[in-house]
């Protein structure tokens, strides 16, 4: 059955943050259509999945802070590129314009391959059929977003997407250490573009007592979602989060690992600390800087 809704928002019984979660590639509705047109099994299409991201943030409703999270799998549309980022070797009808590395790789709003490099399809597909998925899943979905975005604002004088992935183990292997360890959490902000170095510092403190080794923006600085919402000047701001698959996921099975229940609940204490990011932590007044 092919899906119908490509979201779903958990709302708090009570709003009481101007924090929002969000977990654009967890989304595992795949569509018949995409099984059926593709050269890969159900389970290697998974390879491009954030497997469980929306569950390990699963509390943010209960700390007073929305989670919207994909139903569509990001190897059927990705919803962390532009709608723009078409790729003329998977698309009829589409011209090459400039250089793009992530459509060239394979990786643009409809994606050719899965993360692991494996093609998807058989042949190519329609523009008419990308430009479907487009209108919607992609435009129900950031249209979604912007709401409990300026919603956030409104209500609190200040707006902070915390966009959360997670990330192969492998990808970690050349990454920057941390005083000798290898980075178990990526905090993206664009090198400063989407969030104020006083958020992202408080925010870094905050997996940091939660005993997470954290990393900024190597290997992974934030894509096209912290791109478009963050606007520190405007009192928004966008931190991307990566955390190792490796932590709480078997890699061949893509299913939970012993410690998956262990790793949630360190991330529930985590986001009890983020959701109390106000305007004044934003501009540099932090509670945790006097610890």
């Not at 709302?11 to 995409?34: C, I, K, M, Q, W």
Request: net charge positive.
């Amino acid at each position: 059955m092919d899906m119908q809704v490509p979201f779903r928002l958990i709302e708090p019984r009570r709003l009481a943050t101007g924090v929002v979660f969000n977990s654009p590639h967890s989304g595992r509705d795949y569509p018949d259509r995409l099984v059926k047109q593709s050269r890969l099994s159900r389970h290697a299409l998974r390879a491009s999945e954030d497997v469980l991201v929306d569950a390990l943030y699963a509390a943010a409703p209960d700390h007073g802070a929305p989670l919207l999270a994909a139903t569509a799998p990001r190897a059927w549309l990705d919803l962390n590129r532009a709608p723009s980022e078409l790729d003329p070797a998977l698309i009829r009808g589409v011209k090459a314009q400039g250089l793009n590395q992530r459509v060239a790789a394979g990786l643009g709003v409809v994606p050719r391959v899965v993360a692991e490099g494996a093609a998807i399809y058989r042949g190519k597909i329609d523009l008419a059929a990308a430009e479907t998925r487009i209108r919607e899943i992609h435009a129900p979905y950031h249209g979604r977003l912007e709401a409990l975005l300026r919603r956030a604002r409104r209500s609190f004088g200040i707006a902070v997407l915390f966009d959360c992935h997670s990330m192969p183990s492998e990808a970690l292997r050349a990454a920057p250490r941390v005083q000798g360890r290898c980075p178990q959490i990526v905090l993206g902000d664009r090198f400063g573009a989407s969030a104020s170095r006083a958020l992202v510092s408080y925010a870094q403190r905050a997996f940091e007592a939660a005993g997470f080794v954290v990393a900024r923006n190597a290997p992974f600085a934030g894509g096209y979602i912290t791109q478009r919402y963050g606007r520190p000047g405007r009192a928004v701001h966008a931190i991307q989060i990566e955390i190792d698959r490796g932590l709480y996921l078997d890699a061949m099975t893509l299913e939970p690992l012993p410690a998956f229940d262990a790793v949630q609940a360190r991330l529930g204490e985590v986001i009890g600390s983020l959701v109390e990011i106000t305007p004044e932590i934003a501009g540099g007044m932090t509670r945790l800087a006097a610890e």
